[in-house]
């Protein structure tokens, strides 16, 4: 695919994947989605569809993972199980989590104008506790950064561990780069100028362009699927999995009419190119501990003493993916998320 080019994806690309659609074969993963207990609950008048993998163990850290967008649920199907039921006993197992956020695939839409991430924290905070979990971590990236961020500063009597793929913040000023920082600082300036079209359209005509796509799926596949390819490790864009997981996001939108109200988030939150300043604001400062994996191809990757200044990170690592973390590399993430576990999460609950 040529999803560099100045006008957007080929016409070549388009087809091939438009293509491919006839060969995929939905009820083959409808029984993948259906292999773990899927929920739904609601909270403030909103219905929030969930998925819940248990682990077997009794020493499980309760862990709450959420996606972006264009992601779903589905994007932790490789490493629910795995952080749920490690084939090891000396690896922490976890009780995963996996809410759809409001507007994304089975949850309700956002109940009113104005509903922010800050307020989707809130409710997932409420969730974790109404399943019995008074302490909980939490993995995201993409918006989920920002309730993740929420949660770790203003939640913090319940939420005591946060690990991050995505955290856009702003380096010290008069310092020298490294060759990754410039690399990496090259890649968000890169996408700030070039690739924002799919973000002015939703945070400014969301309707008009969801009227559009709902009953389309060519549109829903060209709009989804370039962001796919676009904000992914460009080794993993060859991969035949990887057309996969575009019909398979492309499908679940298009099964569940949520392309518009999926918008929204563009809509009511911060702007991208205010990211790094919002995530600087005092009121936003994660007092808890907390870890970032920098994806070198992510949207807009970030450093650890840029990340550090945003709260009390413990945990970070370097790593050769992209946006999409968890299906990108899950057994990356997985090893993150359980080294971070077995550092912190001791001495966080102790603290309480």
Known sequence: MSASCASGPTYEWAANLFNAWHDYDWYEVQDKINAVPHFHTKIEDLNIHFVHARSSRADAIPLIMCHGWPGTFWEFSEVWTPLSNPSSDSDPAFHVVVP?????????????????????????????????????????????????????????????????????????????????????????????????????????????IGFGFNDNPLAILTWVGEKYNEAAG????????????????????????????????????????????????????ITIPFGYTSFYWDTEPSSK???ERTGNLVYYKANDGGHYAAIEDPAGIIEDVRELAAQEWKKAVGSK
């Open 305 to 307: 003493r840029a990340v």
């Open 234 to 285: 460009p080794d993993n864009q060859k991969k035949p999995y990887w057309t996969r997981v575009i019909l398979t996001t492309a499908t679940l939108y298009y099964l569940t009419d949520c392309i518009m109200p999926s918008m929204l988030c563009y809509y009511e939150n911060v702007r991208h190119e205010n990211f790094a300043s919002f995530a600087m604001e005092p009121k936003n400062r």
């Open 100 to 208: 759809s956020l409001p507007g994304f695939c089975f949850s309700d839409w956002p109940p009113r104008s104005g509903w922010t991430l800050q307020d989707t924290a809130r409710v997932f905070d409420q969730l974790m506790k109404r399943l019995g979990y008074s302490e909980y971590m939490m993995q995201g990236g993409d918006w989920s950064h920002w309730i993740g961020r929420e949660m770790g500063s203003k939640y913090t009597d319940n939420c005591k561990l946060v690990h991050f793929n995505f955290a856009p913040s702003p380096l010290p000023e008069g310092v020298e780069y490294t060759q990754r920082e410039k690399d990496v600082q090259a890649r968000v300036d890169n996408w700030l100028e070039w690739h924002m079209g799919y973000a002015v359209c939703m945070r400014t005509r969301p309707h008009t």
